[in-house]
């Protein structure tokens, strides 16, 4: 895959530590079809070791989808409100605190934008992962080091 090249440390060997965050409510939508096996295996493409995968729900969410969740090894972070201000404070706390090497979040949300343009400032690697080719937001795309979408990534592995 073209990315994982892209994604290479200077050694030539896939990056260390990805750390990826899910908005929940943007990317679990009907209109994308998306599975939660699928946003786990981009994050794994990304090349390294994943060292976290968080997916964000609000109050709304579902027991069942919560357990389905954890069940593929997910970390469920449930708010009490909007989940943009907790996701993007997890970001960019996993950037200054160096937790990271590669900094993946799958969204349409550009309220992720000021927490991705701060990871590149600490000199990570970071992703933007659409949930669809109509689910891309070019805003996001653009303040992040690479891209990608799922239902084209889902292709690349068949």
């Known amino acids: 895959m073209d990315l994982l090249r892209r ?10 530590r990805v750390a990826l965050f899910v908005d929940g409510p943007n990317v679990l939508r009907d209109e994308f079809d998306v599975d939660l096996d699928d946003i786990r ?4 493409s990304l090349g390294g070791q994943l060292s976290a995968a ?9 027991p069942g989808l919560i357990q389905a969740a954890e069940a ?5 972070v ?3 409100g909007d989940v943009d201000v907790k996701l993007a ?7 200054v605190e160096d937790r ?13 934008k000021p927490a991705l343009e701060t990871a590149n400032a600490y000199g990570l690697r970071t992703v933007a ?3 669809g080719s109509y689910g891309r937001s070019d805003a996001l795309q653009n303040a992040a080091t690479h891209a990608m979408t799922l239902d084209e990534s889902a292709a690349d592995d068949n």
């Open 78 to 80: 449930v708010t009490s």
């Open 54 to 62: 968080r997916l964000y729900l609000d109050e709304h969410a579902t």
């Open 72 to 76: 593929r090894g997910f970390e469920v």
């Open 41 to 44: 295996a981009a994050g794994r």
């Open 89 to 95: 404070v997890d970001l960019t706390r996993y950037a």
């Open 129 to 131: 992962i659409a949930p």
């Open 100 to 112: 990271a090497d590669v900094i993946a979040v799958a969204s349409r949300d550009t309220d992720f």
């Open 7 to 16: 994604l290479v440390g200077p050694d030539g060997l896939p990056s260390g």
